[in-house]
């Protein structure tokens, strides 16, 4: 077991990135859905966020060299840990997992193989959602479409979901895309702005089979949020405001517009009068739908 070191010098194909706060129970599950990929040429970095938990005695009882731990001063920000993950690693393709979910053992060897056959540069997958328990349950993000190709366009929509946990990509073009975004106004959100520029630098591979299972537990962290819409927003003013592509702008603002109607309804049913006419204000000043600024205002009074 490796602590706080560098990476073995020997030549090393997948680097796994997991970040991790005060998760040690699931935090063991997730690592052995690793130990226990069909594919074993790749090295695990865990990025621990200043645990007070047993997390660190967990992984120093686990004796495999090729996982890493790496822990740094509490600070709450995912995107942070990732690319210190990334920074930390000597793969050439790099992969993330959550250390609340678990990845179905052959699901490198599936992505590295189609990939290495049709020659993408990165890679997404089906996933499923589990309870606290392990029992599949119905998913909430509706159905899974294997779109492949150039998707930044259904990505902004929502019509294809490549959930971070079944990405595998080069490392090249990690670093081309920048790596993850720390702004804070992204927390939480700063998956789908990442998948967002994946999408936008190239063309993805969709494998149809389910890669990864998703934990819906009430400690998740979109589960804590109070805020959501208005971070999918801020994701969406983000983007826009970084895409040189203007083509596809209009359709990014179209969604800004939409999330920002959906922020102020959410305001409204909590009775944040104030937040709720900003967001109002703003969706109609970017152009929302009348329609769906009507039914938001409608939702949101009705939850009052």
């Known amino acids: 077991m490796l602590v706080d070191s560098s990476v073995q010098n020997f030549y090393i194909d997948v680097s796994v990135i997991i970040p991790t706060y005060n ?7 997730a690592i052995d859905s690793v130990l226990a990929q069909t ?34 001063p509490h600070c709450g920000n995912i995107a942070t840990l990732r690319n210190i993950g990334v920074q930390k ?10 250390s609340d979910d678990l990845w179905v053992p052959e699901k490198l060897e599936i992505q590295l193989a189609a990939m290495k056959k049709n020659t993408n540069q990165w890679c997404y997958g089906g996933f499923e959602l589990m309870d606290e328990t392990g029992i599949t349950i119905p998913s909430k993000y509706g159905v899974y479409y294997p779109f492949s190709g150039w998707i930044i366009r259904k990505i902004i929509t929502y019509e294809a979901t490549a959930n971070i946990s079944s990405i595998v990509l080069l490392r090249s073009l990690f670093d081309e895309v920048g790596g993850f975004n720390s702004d804070p106004e992204l927390f939480c959100r700063e998956d789908y702005e990442f998948v967002l520029r994946l999408a ?27 805020n959501g819409p208005e971070r999918t927003a801020n994701v969406y003013k983000h983007f826009y405001t970084t895409c040189n592509n203007k083509d596809i702008k209009p359709l990014v603002q179209k969604q800004y517009a939409r999330h920002l109607a959906e922020a102020a309804e959410k305001n409204l049913s909590q009775k944040k009068y104030f937040r709720a006419i900003k967001y109002f204000t703003k969706a109609i000043i970017k152009g929302d739908n009348p329609g769906h600024l009507l039914s938001s205002f409608k939702h949101g009074f009705s939850k009052h």
Request: hydrophobic residues 45%.
């Open 200 to 226: 936008l630098y190239a063309e993805a591979l969709a494998v149809d089979s389910v890669l990864v299972r998703i934990r819906e537990h009430r400690n998740r962290t979109t589960n804590t949020l109070t």
């Open 39 to 72: 594919f074993s040429n790749w090295e695990l970095i865990i990025v621990d966020d200043g645990s007070t938990d047993n997390t660190v005695e967990l992984i120093h009882a686990i004796q495999d060299p090729r996982i890493h731990i790496f822990t740094v």
């Open 23 to 29: 998760r040690s129970a699931l935090l063991r599950e």
């Open 89 to 98: 690693s000597a793969g050439n393709w790099i992969s993330f997992l959550d």
